[in-house]
């Protein structure tokens, strides 16, 4: 088991009102678990995610990602670095102008020299595997919301990402089709041992069924167990 994601004593007040939203803030995320993160509406997560991503720098502090200190990186490290995380967001964040395949071959055509026919061929197959039945040339802007939640998993899985986030991922989402996402997120957790999920989510019953070897709490602007 090695440590994919370690942040060390971490700060960030936020610029624009000197708020301090996280404050000597430490964890470990191992390889091979699965991992809930839970807060209440306005304790961080949001901000966590963008500090893992690279999107925010910590004031004060550090964040490894595969034991490099991203504190540091450029934007062209940045990108490379992302290769190795796939990210659903809560917005979901479909390109809307983009169809169905388009959307999930992206990260292939961005990140990998693979040919466009090998590329399309992943894509279809990443859409029957998240259980996608529609038309793959669809644009996504009338698609119901569960369809779009599973085409941006199946976009967050393209390039096999040692690192799964989930951000709220359950939440609009009827019973049934929170068990048959859950049930595709835990399959491809599981066919790769080194892999780490983490699902992101404001209290524990959002995370119950996600079935997490470890909870961390967002407390009193750190990371509690």
């Known amino acids: 088991m090695s ?15 000197n708020n301090v939203i996280f404050e000597g803030a430490s964890a470990e995320f191992n390889s091979g678990e699965k991992i809930a993160i839970i807060g209440p509406l306005g304790s961080g997560k949001t901000t966590l995610l963008k500090l893992i991503l690279g999107l925010e720098r910590p004031t004060r502090g550090s964040i490894l990602i595969l034991g490099n200190d991203i504190g540091s990186f450029r934007r062209s490290r940045l990108d490379k670095m992302r290769r190795n995380m796939g ?22 055509q961005y990140h990998t020299r693979l040919a466009e026919k090998s590329i399309m061929e992943r894509a279809v197959f990443l859409l029957k595997f998240v259980g996608y039945r529609g038309d793959i040339w669809a644009l996504p802007g009338t698609l119901p919301f569960y369809t779009k939640k599973i085409v941006a998993i199946a976009r967050a899985m393209a390039l096999e990402p040692a690192i799964m986030i989930y951000d709220r991922l359950l939440e609009g989402l009827d ?10 997120v835990d399959e491809f957790h599981k066919q790769k041992t080194q892999r780490l999920s983490i699902m992101v989510a404001n209290d524990e019953r959002d995370v119950k069924d996600f079935a997490p070897d470890r909870i961390l709490r967002i407390d009193n602007r750190r990371l509690i167990k």
């Open 3 to 17: 440590k994919l994601i370690e942040i060390k004593d971490l700060y960030y007040i936020y610029p624009a009102d």
């Open 87 to 108: 990210v659903v967001f809560e917005d979901i964040s479909l390109i809307s102008n983009l169809k169905v395949i388009e959307n999930v071959a992206l990260p292939l």
């Open 175 to 184: 019973s049934l089709q929170s068990v048959q996402v859950l049930r595709f």
